[in-house]
């Protein structure tokens, strides 16, 4: 059965340091996104993207944040300079494009721990 | 304001017993779309079931049933003879029709311990 991917599982990287965070979606879906979840909190929105572009975005995804779909496989996200509240599971999602106003639901990847120390 | 609200933070059963959790949500939109979502102790999410805001009919998946309320905005999750296994952080999640890249706003999450 066809699953997202995410690499790595665990990141531990410096403060201010950039970080690339990399998924594989499932090969048909056209819709992408990123959610983070601090530990022991719930699971937040950070970007949606279809058709090569950011879709919605919220908050959190400021400017220190950026999101590639360099070729027809993988989705990145990048956190140029991170901070100590980065720290978190970042979940990489993508879901198939809905018939007649359907929505499908989105297939999570296991998620990549980031550390900022 | 919390769009989805999980008022159980947590629950404890014994194995084979139901286990009910509670979901209530909040959306000006007719067309929405709620789902459930585990996450066992591995972090992982796995998708376990949607719903979407015209079809009210309640149903049965083998061990997991649902019912939905418009009326009271619920989305209750039931699992039926709890397993070991079932432990995890169940999530409910709204999807609205706003919003055609269809975002999802989760909520806080109930953790379930089954005890052998």
């Known amino acids: 059965e066809p699953e997202v991917t995410q690499t790595p599982s665990h990141q531990v990287t410096q403060m201010g340091q950039e970080v690339i965070l990399r998924c594989v979606p499932i090969s048909n879906h056209l819709y992408f996104y990123w959610y983070r979840q601090i530990l022991g909190q719930k699971v937040e929105f950070l970007v949606s993207f279809y058709n090569n572009e950011i879709s919605e975005k919220s908050e959190i995804f400021d400017d220190q944040f950026s999101v590639e779909r360099p070729d027809g496989s993988n989705f990145t996200l990048k956190i140029r300079s991170t901070k100590l509240e980065d720290s978190a599971m970042y979940f990489c999602?993508?879901?198939?494009?809905?018939?007649?106003?359907?929505?499908?639901?989105?297939?999570f990847g296991p998620g990549t721990r980031l550390t900022v120390t | 304001a919390q769009k989805v609200t999980q008022a159980q933070t947590e629950i404890s059963v014994v194995e084979k017993e139901d286990v009910t959790l509670d979901c209530v949500y909040e959306?000006?939109?007719?067309?929405?779309?709620l789902f459930w979502y585990k996450q066992p102790p591995s972090g992982e999410l796995v998708f376990l079931i949607r719903r979407n805001s015209f079809d009210e009919q309640n149903e049965i998946s083998g061990r997991y049933s649902w019912n939905f309320q418009k009326s009271t905005s619920s989305f209750n999750f039931t699992i039926t003879a709890s397993q070991v296994v079932d432990s995890a952080v169940y999530f409910c999640a709204l999807s609205e029709a706003d919003l055609d890249d269809y975002k999802l706003s989760f909520g806080a999450g109930t953790t379930v311990t089954v005890r052998a």
């Open positions: 999602a993508s879901r198939k494009a809905g018939l007649a106003g359907v929505r499908y639901e989105q297939y």
């Open positions: 959306t000006r939109d007719t067309t929405y779309y």
